[in-house]
Nanobody, 123 residues
């Protein structure tokens, strides 16, 4: 089985920084893409940033220039460096990993979600 463990959330003042981490473990064959989503109270979950295995990145317009997504392919870990945080960045942040794993006979491709970590930006 595959597990994702997130860390790094917390309370920060406007203008501050946080770094989120998400480590994938288990019988992983290949990782195609890793991403961060967020969901604020009363709102739909939205894509924040994504990175492919080839290193291509994509960011939501609201975080461009402030957030940076990166990976450690040896550790199967994705990071989200969040700078110049704003109160509107307050949300639960979830990582998502698109990967394949073996099931004995077949190779299965699936997307897995982390448990979520709370980020609160407030003075």
């Amino acid at each position: 089985q595959v597990q994702l463990v997130e860390s790094g959330g917390g309370l920060v003042q406007p203008g501050g920084s946080l770094r989120l981490s998400c480590a994938a473990s288990g019988s992983i064959l290949s990782i195609y893409a890793m991403a961060w989503y967020r969901q604020a109270p009363g709102k739909q979950r939205e894509l924040v940033a994504a990175i492919t295995s080839g290193g291509s990145t994509n960011y939501a317009d609201s975080v461009k220039g402030r957030f940076t997504i990166s990976t450690d392919n040896v550790k199967n870990t994705v990071y989200l460096q969040m700078d110049s945080l704003k109160p509107e960045d307050t949300a639960v942040y979830y990582c998502n990993v698109d990967l394949t794993y073996p099931t004995g006979v077949y190779t299965v491709r699936n997307g897995y979600w982390g448990q979520g970590t709370q980020v609160t930006v407030s003075s």
